[in-house]
Structures are given as C-alpha cells and as structure tokens.
C-alpha cells in the first residue's frame, strides 16, 4: 500500500513533464496515442475515488493478485469503454487540459488513498478487497502505464524501481512462477504482460515459464 502514492506521483509527474507533441505520440497500449493513455488514467482516478468510498460489509473474494482478469489473448480494441476513451481524449482538444484534469483528480485519488484504513473492505465490480489489496493491484497498474507512456518517449522518465520491482513480485504471484532473477524487473513487465516479445536468450532462460507467457491484464 506504501507505494500506491509514488508510483502514482512518479506517473502524474511524467504526464506533466510531457510537451504538447509528446500526446501525439504512440503509447505503449496497441491503438492508443498518449493521449488516450492519459484520458485512460484520469477515468482510472475516478474509479479508485469511488472504489475507496464504497465499502462492503461482506469477507473479501480477491486480493492484490486475483484482482485481475487474466487472458490468453490481446485486447481486440471492440471494448465499448476503450473506443470511448479515445473519443473523449480527442475531445479535450487542448493537452493542457487533459493534463490539468488528470492532476486535479489524480490529486484527490492520491490523498484519498493515503487517508484510507488498508482492513476496510471495499466493492469494486462485483468484488470485495481490502483496500490495502486494491491498492497494491493498482501499484502494477500505474506501473505498467508509466511503461506505456514512456515506450516511444525516451527522454521521459521511467516508473521508480521500488514500484517496478513490487509489480514483478505481484506479475509472478499471477503468474504462479518467478521470471528468472536476472531479467530486469521492466523486461519482465514487458515480456510478461505482452508489451515485447522476448528475444531468442530470453527465452531460453525463461523455460517453461515461456510457454504460459504473456498473461493479457484486465
């Protein structure tokens, strides 16, 4: 829960850093621009503000690991919520103004994280976590984001490495299996949520661990 806020600051930060071309670019997620990317984040703010004030009274049925829907196959870009992503990013017209959205509301997601009791039980999609575990599912979150924003802007910088490195630990709990130790904390990311495909001596050393790879997150 601990790197909920500098994960998600280290991502905000990115976002402000960038220059009104940088939103054209290509992002890291197949179809979208950066922008899409960023108006992404912004509804992602909103659902953690809501998830946070919609406790349950029932016992929790996931935690940090199978929060996430895991799938052999890539998104198909048909998501009705995805095409209305990239409709609305357009919309904002100006960067500024999306940039400004994402921080006002990415403000109040930051601190109503910081504010929250990790044992309370919250519902989000029909399920129930506690809000330590929510959190922690949404640290591979931004993580995995900051990688997309950052894939075709080298000059940004990356997600922090105590963020990246608790992501892989979390990717190998859903994985059921450890990437080898020396495959960087990012590669793994990468290689293992199907961001790149791994080189020929990545392979190898991944053995059969490979053949489960990637594992598509929703």
């Known amino acids: 829960m601990g790197l909920f806020e500098p994960s998600w600051a280290a991502l905000r ?3 402000d850093a960038l220059a009104p071309e940088d939103f054209r670019a290509p992002s890291g997620c197949a179809g979208w621009l950066v922008r899409d990317l960023v108006c992404h984040l912004v509804i992602d703010a909103q659902d953690v503000l809501i998830t946070l004030v919609t406790p349950a009274g029932a016992e ?6 199978s929060y996430w829907q895991v799938s052999s196959e890539p998104p198909d870009g048909q998501d009705p919520l995805d095409a209305l992503t990239v409709r609305l990013a357009a919309a904002y017209g100006d960067p500024a103004l999306l940039r400004f959205h994402l921080e006002d509301v990415g403000r109040a997601a930051g601190r109503a994280a910081r504010l929250a ?6 519902s989000t999609q029909g399920q129930v976590l506690t809000a330590g575990d929510y959190l922690d599912a949404y640290v ?14 080298p000059h940004v910088p990356g997600p922090p ?20 130790s020396g495959l960087p904390d990012t590669d793994a990311l990468l290689i293992g949520t199907g961001r790149r495909s791994a080189t020929p001596a990545e392979t190898a050393t991944l053995g059969p661990l490979g053949a ?5 997150l929703g």
């Open 140 to 153: 591979l979150e931004w993580t995995l984001h900051h990688l997309d924003l950052v894939a075709h802007l």
């Open 161 to 180: 490495a105590e963020g990246a490195a608790a992501s892989r630990r979390l990717l190998e709990r859903i994985a059921g299996a450890a990437f080898p």
């Open 117 to 122: 009791d990790p044992r309370l039980r919250v």
């Open 60 to 65: 929790p049925t996931r935690d940090a690991a």
């Open 212 to 216: 489960r790879l990637p594992l598509f």
């Open 13 to 15: 930060s990115a976002v």
